[in-house]
Nanobody
Framework: EVQLVESGGGLVQAGGSLRVSCVVSGFTGDDYAIGWFRQAPGKEREGVSCINVNDGSSYLSASVEGRFAISSDNAKNTVYLQMNSLKPEDTAVYYC????????????????????WGQGTLVTVST
């Protein structure tokens, strides 16, 4: 059974940086992808970024491109989302999710394609 555990959320001032992590367990091999989603209060879940763990190819949504970066450390089975130049509108619970296949990095996979989810980590950006 695939399990995902996020960490690294917290409170940061606007303009600051934060890195959230997602540790993956229960899967053998590296032909999979990890997506990052976020959900703000009263809003729908939004796909932020996704990475193919085997080669690091990735996608970033327009709302975070140029500010966020996704990466993976396969030796640690961990995927990171580095968030820079944070804005109050980035405030949300951030979730990582497991896709049991590779994706084409021209677009974010659909939410329903992900087969396992972490519990989420709260990121709060203050003004």
């Amino acid at each position: 059974e695939v399990q995902l555990v996020e960490s690294g959320g917290g409170l940061v001032q606007a303009g600051g940086s934060l890195r959230v992590s997602c540790v993956v367990s229960g899967f053998t091999g590296d032909d999979y992808a990890i997506g990052w989603f976020r959900q703000a209060p009263g809003k729908e879940r939004e796909g932020v970024s996704c990475i193919n763990v085997n080669d690091g190819s990735s996608y970033l949504s327009a709302s975070v491109e140029g500010r966020f970066a996704i990466s993976s450390d396969n030796a640690k089975n961990t995927v990171y989302l580095q968030m820079n130049s944070l804005k109050p509108e980035d405030t949300a619970v951030y979730y990582c999710a497991f896709l049991d296949s590779l994706f084409v990095e021209t677009s974010m996979p659909y939410t329903y394609e992900f087969v396992a989810w972490g519990q989420g980590t709260l990121v709060t950006v203050s003004t």
